[in-house]
């Protein structure tokens, strides 16, 4: 088991970045810097990395940036057009699904490893609404790697709300965040790092 922060750095998990229809918490790094770049290293070495393929209004289009599914054996996942078989946990993942899963108290069977190379790669506007995920699904997002900025944008309203995902960093959308809000990992050209996501969800099979 990771021996997690307590302090998290002086952030407030409780308190909710979103201002209405929706729940998101940033709970500033949780694993000792030292600790995490050994996890990202080995990540960035091991993964089975490939392209992403998505399909933007009917055309198929191959990503720059790389993916890794991971999951419980079935629990396949389906978004953009394609759909994704996962390969087993290793047991730096499994380490690290323990620790997320004991501060969010969520148990997650799945997690989708992004591979941002640089800056000039980021992730569009979308929301993780698959059907699979189920209504009001919770979804934690650890980074490694370079620090990036983050936004949500209200799918009515368009209100946009901003935040720099640290390295190490923990963010958990909830409730009906999905629904009405977007979000979106930022291009900027002065990052020329690499950056892992992994983002722990739960597929209804």
Known sequence: MINTKSDFFGYNPDTNLLPYDGQAYYYGPIIDSQIAKNYYEKMLETMPWQHDEVLIYGKRIITARKVAWVGDANYAYTYSGTTKHPTA?????????????????????????????????????HSDDEASLGKNNIIASLSF?????????????????????EPASLLVMKGSTQENWQHSLLKSAKIDSPRINLTFRTVNF
């Open 89 to 125: 946990w290793t047991l730096e993942l499994l380490e690290i699904k323990a620790c997320v899963e004991k501060l969010t108290a969520t148990s997650f069977n799945s997690c989708l490893l992004n591979l941002y190379h640089n800056g000039q790669e980021g992730m569009g506007w």
């Open 145 to 165: 790697g370079a620090e990036r900025k983050f936004a949500f944008r209200h799918k009515k309203t368009k209100e946009k709300i901003t935040l720099m995902l």
